[in-house]
């Protein structure tokens, strides 16, 4: 914001200087010449620069639209889906499983490898427009898997990770993925 502001003085102050010489001084008609280009120059850095921020911003929200977490897939061994939660008008979700009175939103209780899930295992938030895992002290963990990243980093009981679209979330051996 700054830069273009200097940007607009500096034309301005140019076209000034350029009214004055062809005004006042018509012997120094090179500086008149000279003061118009530079405050066309600057005029034109201003307009640039404007039109810039304009298409970076417009590209952001697009991107930011189609970069939010609409869904959480259930995959298999085979990276097939099982199953699907959606994403969207919540702002928190218990992921684990339903066994007696306890209630959870997404319910792992028929996958292979239940065994490993605790009954609150994990929890998903909703806050700043992202969504964040949090590990539930599970005994086996929570693992998190970054979009283009071959790593999987386990969780620290208590400290949410944000979530991307693409990223792969481990609850015990179970997949699930963000999209």
């Excluded at 066309?40 to 850095?45: D, N, P, T």
């Excluded at 700043?128 to 929570?142: A, F, M, T």
């Excluded at 609850?171 to 993925?177: E, F, V």
């Amino acid at each position: 914001m700054r830069q273009r502001m200097f940007d607009w003085i500096i034309a301005l102050v140019g076209l000034a200087l350029c009214i004055l010489v062809v005004v006042y001084w018509r012997e120094w008609i090179w500086l008149a010449w000279l003061a118009g280009g530079i405050a066309a120059l600057f005029f034109v850095l201003g307009c640039l620069d404007r039109g810039r921020r304009m298409l970076t911003t417009s590209e952001q929200v697009t991107r930011d639209v189609a970069g939010r977490a609409k869904q959480l897939v259930l995959l298999n061994e085979d990276d097939n889906e099982i199953s699907r939660w959606d994403l969207t008008s919540r702002i928190s979700l218990v992921i684990g499983r339903d066994v007696g009175e306890n209630q959870v939103d997404i319910n792992l209780d028929n996958v292979t490898y239940a065994g490993f899930i605790d009954i609150e295992h994990a929890v998903l938030n909703y806050a700043n427009d992202c969504w964040y895992i949090e590990d539930l002290r599970s005994e086996n963990g929570v693992r998190v898997q970054k979009c283009g990243d071959a790593r999987q980093y386990r969780l620290a009981p208590g400290k949410p990770c944000r979530l991307d679209v693409g990223d792969a979330i481990y609850i015990g051996h179970t997949k699930l993925q963000v999209r």
